[in-house]
């Protein structure tokens, strides 16, 4: 079978709670994907930030030389990854309103997530496998 990915703008149904049937996985994969980006994206706006602050407090010319190309090195890759999130859909810099409701359905979206029930109230096991008889 083969799913089509959306993007996480495109998934607007509640969350079915059986969740471990594959139809009532739409949209999940470009959930993920974006969710997968977004963190990357964090990750490396972190690293522009301690390669800055290491930046300032090195007096050594030649590790200074590093840091610099190191902080260089991560703004393009904080470019390219913040393209690529443009062109996915996952990211409206520049458009605050279509920004805010993408936030606004990703917060939905991880409510639903976090009210599933995914463990079962009797876990009990007694009879699911071959046990002595007590």
């Known amino acids: 079978m083969k799913y089509e990915k959306k993007p996480i703008n495109e998934v607007k149904k509640r969350i079915n709670n059986d969740y471990l049937e594959v139809e009532n996985s739409e ?3 470009g959930l993920i994907d974006s969710t997968i980006a977004l963190d990357f994206l964090l990750g490396v706006k972190s690293g522009i930030r301690n ?4 930046l300032t407090e090195t007096a050594n010319k030649e590790a200074r030389r590093v840091i610099t190309s190191l902080l260089d ?3 393009e ?3 390219e990854v913040s393209q690529l999130m443009m062109d996915k859909g996952w990211l409206h810099p520049y458009k605050i309103s279509e920004q805010f409701q993408l936030d606004n359905i990703s917060s939905m979206t991880a ?3 976090a009210n599933l029930q995914l463990f079962p109230g009797d876990t009990s096991r ?3 496998f071959a046990t002595p008889n007590y």
């Open 27 to 29: 949209g999940m994969p």
């Open 111 to 113: 409510l639903q997530i």
């Open 77 to 79: 890759l904080h470019a």
């Open 73 to 75: 090195s991560e703004i």
């Open 51 to 54: 390669c800055a602050f290491a």
């Open 126 to 128: 007694l009879g699911t």
